[in-house]
């Protein structure tokens, strides 16, 4: 059984939760690959609400095993505060259901400080981070100064480390930052704590993966942030710190692309963004609100994370080619075709034009895509309700138009669409 991967294709919050808690149902493992607790899933299941950040999704389904990869960062408290909030909801997280990788690295509040430091520091130019400690951490782990969550299981290097890790940052804090020392000792004798309980999570999870791939079991990986805001193929440097591509995934688990089944990129029927950076078809004023609602429903167009308002615009297919090529999609997934219901008629942009010449290409390049204009073709939209359609081929006539326009412009099926904000509201 192979490893299929569920793809972020536009700027995250696509509604990949959704996506994952169908497909987990058929999986043994739900793997998260890249990212932290910036990211933010919604788990509706019946009535209860569940807002995940860093444990896989897959943990509120019986007998999957959840595991989180060597290509994620770590924050123990919210690894502790989300697994404390699932257990005493009924949830089994103990250490047989969910495993950690002994090579993520661990957030620290020193990497929280700098992310805050440096956002502020950037004032009007700000990335517009979920001021997580995300790219701080990563630094780390890139500049091979960070800390891996194995040593959670040697209580004596980890306090040594904890304490060298402060006082390192510290310097930046105060001399570059102007901000507060952290006290070292403290976060040194709280992250003793945080080992006791973590420590019986940790595996060598490229191993357990491998093996269990090779006994026919089925692994899911789980997406976070999308395929705009990779460090590499995103809109640099309004991205975040790492991978969320089909690569990423690879390397965030241990594994080669020989075991990979389906890679499914779930885009929004429009397109959302936090955050800040460039955005070719964000729409304002009462357009906008049209596709953000108000806020008055948990699904309205608000950071899981964060709570900020996300910035909308129509559906960039400039953007879904980017994403088809560069995770090599083999399925979209769009999610809330819903709310596009009851639009006279809906734009869809087909290619960008830059200084009189058509791109059909995404030109990843703020500088470029600030003065990129979007060239619209306009569908006729559809006024009946979908919230309870379940096939596809149920769809009104014009909902599956817009469908077939996506597939034939991106050379990819889509192979599902949400239909509403319940569990069930999928059309396969
Ligand atoms: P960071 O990942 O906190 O460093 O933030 C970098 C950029 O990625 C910011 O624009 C964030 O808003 C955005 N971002 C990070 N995680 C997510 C996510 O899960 N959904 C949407 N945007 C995200």
């Known amino acids: 059984m192979p490893l299929d991967i569920i793809i972020g294709a536009q700027w995250g919050d696509e509604g990949k ?9 058929q ?18 299941v019946g009535h ?19 595991v989180i990869g060597n290509g994620t960062v770590i924050n123990p408290v919210v690894f502790l505060r989300e697994i404390d909030g699932l257990a005493a909801r009924g949830v089994d997280v103990s250490p047989a259901r969910l495993k950690i990788s002994r090579h993520a690295h661990l957030i620290t509040p020193a990497h929280i400080a700098l992310d805050k430091a440096a956002e502020s520091a950037l004032g009007k130019d700000a990335i517009g981070t979920t001021q997580r400690g995300i790219g701080p951490a990563y630094t780390d782990k890139a500049n091979r100064t960070g800390l891996r969550a194995g040593l959670l299981a040697n209580p004596e290097a980890l306090g040594d480390a904890v304490l060298a890790h402060v006082e390192a940052k510290n310097e930046w804090l105060v001399k570059i930052h102007g901000a507060e020392a952290l006290d070292g000792q403290a976060i040194a004798a709280e992250f003793a704590h945080y080992a006791q309980r ?8 490229s191993v357990l993966l ?7 079991q089925s692994v899911l990986a789980e997406g976070a942030q999308g395929t705009l805001l990779d460090i590499d193929h995103g809109t640099y440097p309004f991205v975040t710190s790492s991978s969320p591509t089909a690569g990423g995934a690879l390397t965030g688990l241990g594994l080669g692309p020989k075991v990979v089944g389906k890679v499914f990129g779930v885009a929004k029927a429009f397109s959302s963004r936090v955050g800040s950076g460039p955005f070719v078809t ?4 009462e357009a906008a609100v049209r596709l953000r609602g108000t806020g008055a429903n948990p699904w309205d167009e608000y950071g899981t ?7 909308v615009g129509w559906l960039d297919l400039v953007v ?3 994403a088809v090529r560069v995770n090599s999609l083999t399925d979209l997934v769009l999610t809330k075709l819903d709310i596009l219901s009851g639009l006279p008629e809906i734009p869809v942009c087909v290619a960008y034009e830059l200084d009189g010449q058509r791109l059909d290409h995404f030109p990843p390049e703020p500088e470029l895509l600030e003065r990129c204009q979007p060239i619209y073709e306009t569908l006729p939209g559809w006024q009946e309700d979908v919230t309870g359609v379940r096939h596809l081929a149920d769809l009104p006539a014009n909902a599956l138009n817009y469908i077939a326009f996506v597939a034939a412009h991106t050379r990819t099926a889509v192979s599902m669409a949400s239909v509403g904000p319940e569990r069930e509201q999928v059309a396969v």
């Open 17 to 25: 939760g959704r996506i994952t808690d169908l497909l987990a149902q």
């Open 27 to 44: 999986a043994h493992i739900v793997a998260r690959y890249s990212g932290g607790d910036n990211a933010g899933h919604t788990v509706a």
């Open 48 to 66: 209860e609400t569940f807002k995940l950040h860093l444990i896989p999704s897959g943990i509120v389904h019986d007998g999957v095993l959840c």
């Open 198 to 205: 973590i420590a019986p999570y940790l595996a060598d999870t």
């Open 210 to 216: 491998d093996e269990a791939l090779q006994a026919g």
């Open 282 to 285: 964000e729409l304002q004023g």
């Open 305 to 311: 994370t964060t709570g900020r308002p996300r910035r």
């Open 320 to 322: 879904l080619r980017h």
